[in-house]
């Protein structure tokens, strides 16, 4: 028996221009995100852009997109504009990554490249680039092998050891119902994949990219990765969708993988979150349909920061949930660190955050609770991520173990994400995470250790919604925001429902943080508010209309399509 435990890292970093500590010199070169404020188009060019990147749309990211988002594209679409990233560079910036999504430009610089580069008059504003805190906790029991008591029959499955984790959320069921992936897309961010695994023998992997390296390659390559490098991908790609008889099945063993290596284990070159957005990005343009991550970013962040709204990451995924791809990330491991709370993308409001059980259904004692910082439910739901069975590469493509860590407990619900697809096609992400939330274990009485609870693969198949697509999740909430239309491409309504009377202000800000509009603090009387949202002036994009007041908070969010 090994033991690997990690523990949570905060990486010393030059400071921001936007909050942080001052920069102390110019010898501190540091990556950072600089933010544009356009893309640098607009009218007959603007249209004739869209119009491109409509046409060049890879054929199942139309499908997938057509579900949310009727016109396929908007302006998160468009390239960044090329001149800016050009004046960028020419103040002297080493250019690491580019984020259509973000509009936005990973760089490395020096405290005076990024005084020049703040006078650009197109550039929004800068903020560093997080460094990652990895979602697995430990390995505690090596090379194990399948033990009679735990291999279990179904029609042509030999379950094996990985029995009682797919079992706990039902999925051996959703299985007999002839389900195993078949034309979903699943991708996984991680640190790499050995694909010579003999879990991964029938598997059907369409695409890799080592965004470490910039190569095809995911599996670890003599002279640019440790030994270790690919081993925790390896794990958690073999928990949602490997497929060795008498030994492991993942849910969606028959499922489209994506394998993108976006984690770098080396601990001076810790992966930073552009790695994580450019993956997102990529597996988006592949037409992914569901994306696994099995970790998360605090570094320069505070928790007041984990409010939905502020991450990098977080916002990329909310891009990528309104582009119709359900996202799946891990809660964190953090409940018995300084941090404590639950980690950036996690505190995303279209996010599935996942948390870890044992194989008892008891929660972990590493396990992140919530609440988000603006008081909504975290995680969304928790499957098995103590001692999860999982293919690992230490001694070769026949060795297994037990893992640790809400790393693990997300891809079981990735597997199960795609499952739902599979059986349900025309589901947007908002509403298969209704059917899986609404029929978990804890679907009347979510917490901040469970969120809804337990997942019942064949409840949330079954599930007929008797709400509204776009209604709140979050029924415990004291005040509730909503906005229809949505998505708008003129004129929508917030309406915000108070059950007291209240001091608060109310605000619509863009995804870049940016306000739009603001009433000023006032009383609030209990009841329905309405607030009228003009659009006419605004780019198409994402909005949060944001209630602060003196007893609750409360964040919704509408899409502005033109």
Known sequence: MSIITRFMIFPLVCASLAGAAPLKSADCTQAYWVFFKDKGISGTELRTALHDVRSNLNAHARWR????????????????????????????????????????????????????????PFVSKIQPVAKYYPCHRNITIHGEQPEERNTHHLDDFTYGPSYTQLEQCNVPAMHARGLTGEGIRLCLLDTGFYLEHDVFDSAHVIATWDFINTDSIVWN???????????????TLSVAAGKRDSALYGPAFGADLICAK???????????????????????DLGADVVSSSLGYTDWYTFEDMDGNTAVTTIAVDIAVSRGIVVCTAAGNSRQSEWEHIIAPADADSVIAVGAVDSFGVISYFSSPGPSYDGRTKPEICAQGVETYAAVPWHGPDDYARVSGTSLSTP????????????????????LREALLMTASQANSPDNDYGWGIPDGIAALDYVSAA??????????????????????????WTIEIPHSELGSFTITDILGRTVAHISQKQWSAGSHSVPFQTTHLSSGIYFGRFDGMKGQAVGKVVLIK
Request: contains cysteine; charged residues 25%; proline residues 6%.
């Open 262 to 284: 976006t984690e770098d284990v080396r601990s001076e070159t810790p992966i930073e979150e552009d790695y994580y957005v450019a993956g997102l990005e990529w597996a988006e």
């Open 412 to 431: 079981i619900i990735a597997g199960i994400c795609v499952l739902l697809l599979e059986a349900h096609p025309d589901w947007t992400p908002m509403q």
């Open 221 to 235: 390559e003599q002279g640019q990765d440790t030994v270790s490098q690919h081993n925790h991908g390896t794990a």
């Open 468 to 493: 509204p697509l776009h209604e709140d999740l979050t029924p415990y909430k004291r005040i509730l925001i909503s906005a229809y239309p949505n998505p708008v491409n003129s004129v929508a309504t």
């Open 65 to 120: 997109r057509a579900k949310v988002l009727p016109a396929l594209v908007d302006e998160y679409d468009l390239p960044v504009a090329s001149n800016y990233v050009e004046s960028v560079v020419a103040c002297g910036a080493k250019l690491r990554f580019t984020s259509r999504w973000l509009n936005a430009v990973s760089i490395e610089a020096d405290s005076d490249i990024l005084r020049n580069i703040e006078r650009l």
